[in-house]
């Protein structure tokens, strides 16, 4: 592949990743706000999850 071309998968996997923490951040809005509501800590689960996961 050229340069042109790996830097074009590049950007797409960039753009993937961005989209996947952007809806992750969508989903975890709702569910702190129940959370701070109801006090049902379930609803923390994604949060939770993204927290406990190695970077």
Avoid: C, Q
């Amino acid at each position: 592949m050229s340069v042109t071309s790996d830097w074009v998968v590049h950007t797409y996997n960039i753009l993937e990743a961005v989209g996947s923490i952007v809806a992750s951040a969508f989903d975890m809005k709702p569910r702190m706000r129940g959370y701070f509501l109801a006090g049902e800590a379930p609803l923390l689960e994604p949060y939770t999850r993204v927290r406990k996961t190695p970077t």
